[in-house]
């Protein structure tokens, strides 16, 4: 398949077709790699940038970058900062040192291979059960449709669990108000007399997860052998249902958070690119089973993933120091911001060709030069890697085959500004698609794959039965 490569020739955010990419003027410097590379050159490895009254520190250096992330005796990972106490206390993400280190291996036979293997099928049953529910006569905001994909796939396929269809739709809703309100939080923590917006809207949403999360925990079916994520959890604190509705909540934040903004990019890049929608049907139907899908069997759609985290992941991570200390020749005072530009790294013309160019081509297996994933730093680094990020790996590309397979994503109002929203992942603002169904095909008419028949909409019904009229 060829790529059109003169849709936006040099031009990072003015990209025809679903609506021209707009980010605030802050974002736009995380992305811009002329801030990295023009700055390493110019001002060295480590860049004070002002915000405000307060000085943020940028490391340019990618190797710096490496030493940093991974250093959490000197740099405090954002989880336990005490302007998000509401929202992480207790849990994996607020936790340090060796509670941190013992309640993430205590997850980990939950990630292993055989549970991961399993996982493309079902995430390609939920996904149909709920598209299932998307109504196909008007437009819908792509960013809480995402949402509520995300959550249900992880509550259904990680958590063995399933919420109310009005619960998934609150959350759907809420995430955006709980993702800002901490970025928020975070950002303005040394000016506590600076009000946070949408204070009270954030309370409210925290409630919602906290139902949700209630509900995960009352809806649980632990597997046979007890070795999914919640039947761990629940067997580590025994008699203490605080923690683990605390760990369950930051799963639930961080894996809906990142899946659902990647999700809704690709929608965003999928109505860019009409004809990758086709192409990405045709590989799943020429899966050896395309009614039970895995991700390795799925080479597009997860170099499809890729390319949406490169042009539109976490731009930045952040830290902040616990004292003072010197890095790259610069004195960093103690409790300062320190950011790791992940965004302009992954938009740096000397790492990739025509960088600015939505291409997942360059991540299939034989491209040229050979793809290297692990240089997006996707799931971050050190200590805090993301604990999800193999199921994300096996769930996404299935999930968004499934998507491009049922239903056909047209913006609604092409050439319409996209915003990008300030959050924890910066999501598309304003993206407005129509998702009709497609044509049937052969595969569509099988049986759908016997798993988690209990469904987080609750309707139990396939794509086929109600989406395909
Ligand atoms: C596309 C999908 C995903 C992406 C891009 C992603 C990315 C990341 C990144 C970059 C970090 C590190 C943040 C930092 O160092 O500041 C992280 C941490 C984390 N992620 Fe993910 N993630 C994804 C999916 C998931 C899923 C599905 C889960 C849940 C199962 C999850 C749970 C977590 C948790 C709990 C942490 C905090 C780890 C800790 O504090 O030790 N993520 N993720």
New binding site residues.
């Given amino acids: 398949m060829s790529v059109d490569r003169t849709a936006c020739p040099g031009q990072p955010f003015a990209q025809p077709g679903a609506g021209v990419l707009a980010p605030s003027r802050t974002l736009r410097f995380w992305l811009d790699p002329a801030n990295l590379a023009a700055r390493l050159e110019q001002a060295g490895p480590v860049v004070p940038t002002r915000t405000g009254p307060a000085t943020a520190f940028q490391i340019n250096d990618p190797a710096l970058l490496r030493k940093v ?1 991974t250093d959490e005796d000197t740099f405090r ?3 336990p900062d005490p302007s998000l106490r509401d929202f992480n206390e207790d849990g ?2 607020g ?1 340090e040192g060796a509670a ?1 280190r013992e309640r ?1 291996a205590l997850m980990r036979p939950a990630f292993t291979a055989s549970r991961l293997t399993a996982l493309g099928p079902s995430v390609q049953a939920c996904t149909r059960r709920l598209l299932a529910d998307l109504p196909t006569d008007r437009p819908l905001d792509m960013r809480v449709e995402m949402s509520r994909l995300a959550c249900g796939l ?1 509550v259904s396929c ?1 958590l063995n669990s399933e919420l109310a269809p009005d619960t998934l739709s609150k959350i759907a809703t809420a995430r955006s108000t709980l993702s800002g309100g901490m970025f928020w939080r975070y950002a303005l923590a040394p000016w506590p007399w600076v009000p946070v917006p949408r204070r009270r809207a954030c309370r409210r949403a925290l409630a919602e997860l906290d139902e949700a999360v209630r509900q995960v925990r009352a809806r649980h079916r632990p597997d046979p052998d007890s070795g999914d ?1 919640v039947s761990l959890l629940e067997a580590a604190a025994p008699g203490n249902p605080h923690v683990v509705q605390r760990d369950i909540r ?2 639930l934040i ?2 809906m958070e ?2 659902a903004s ?1 999700l809704a990019w690709a929608c965003y890049e999928l109505g860019r690119n009409p004809h990758y929608q086709q192409a990405l049907r045709e590989e799943a139907d020429a899966s050896p089973d395309s009614s039970r899908l895995h991700a390795h069997q799925l080479p597009l759609a997860t170099a499809f ?1 890729q390319e949406v ?1 490169r042009l539109h ?2 731009p930045f ?3 902040r120091t616990r004292h003072q200390t010197s890095q790259g020749g610069v004195q960093i005072p103690a409790g300062a911001v320190v950011t790791l530009p992940l965004g302009a790294l992954r938009r740096d013309r000397n790492r990739y060709r025509d960088p600015d160019v939505f291409d997942p081509q360059r991540w299939l297996p034989h491209a040229e030069p050979p793809p290297a994933p692990t240089a997006l ?13 193999a ?2 790996d096996a ?2 590309p299935v999930a968004l085959a499934t998507l491009a397979g049922s239903r056909t994503l047209r913006p609604a109002r092409p050439g319409r500004k996209i915003g990008v929203s300030l959050e924890l ?1 910066p999501t598309p603002k304003g993206l407005t698609m129509y998702a009709t169904p497609c044509e049937p095909r052969l595969a569509d008419t099988g049986p759908a794959p016997d798993t988690n028949s209990d469904s987080v909409s609750g309707s139990g019904a396939t794509s086929t039965e109600k989406g395909h009229t």
């Fill in positions: 992330g990972f954002w989880g994996v993400v936790l941190h993430r992880l990680l994520l930051a799963l961080a894996g990142t899946s990647t993933v985290t992941g976490i991570l952040v830290r730093l996707a799931y971050g680094l050190g200590p805090r890697y993301c604990p999800g990020a199921a994300a769930m996404l992942t």
